[in-house]
Nanobody, 115 residues
Framework: QVRLVESGGGLVQPGGSLRLSCAASGRIPSINTMAWYRQAPGKERELIASITTGGVSNYVSSVKGRFTISRDNANAKNTMYLQMDNLKPEDTAVYYC???????WGQGTQVTVSS
């Protein structure tokens, strides 16, 4: 079983920044890929960024250059972050983290970008 807990969401004005965190616990392989997803109202959940244990990252084009994914593997921690800069209203969504290959989802954290 894998447990995921997201935090860090909130209300921010356009152009602002937020940093999301994801703490993963449970029976997690030492080699893994973690990812951030988001789901906007009325839309399907989409994968927006991923990062391997070795630090190789990928982004969907809509967030590339504005969002930065990172992770902390020290001391067997599996903590992942998403630094979101230059936020736009279209970034409004519930953000989720996931360990790829596992079915578990966290509760998500709401990000609202509005003036």
């Amino acid at each position: 079983q894998v447990r995921l807990v997201e935090s860090g969401g909130g209300l921010v004005q356009p152009g602002g920044s937020l940093r999301l965190s994801c703490a993963a616990s449970g029976r997690i392989p030492s080699i893994n890929t973690m990812a951030w997803y988001r789901q906007a109202p009325g839309k399907e959940r989409e994968l927006i960024a991923s990062i391997t244990t070795g630090g190789v990252s990928n982004y969907v084009s809509s967030v590339k250059g504005r969002f930065t994914i990172s992770r902390d593997n020290a001391n067997a921690k599996n903590t992942m972050y998403l630094q979101m800069d230059n936020l736009k209203p279209e970034d409004t969504a519930v953000y989720y983290c996931r360990l790829l290959g596992f079915q578990s989802w966290g509760q998500g954290t709401q990000v609202t970008v509005s003036s």
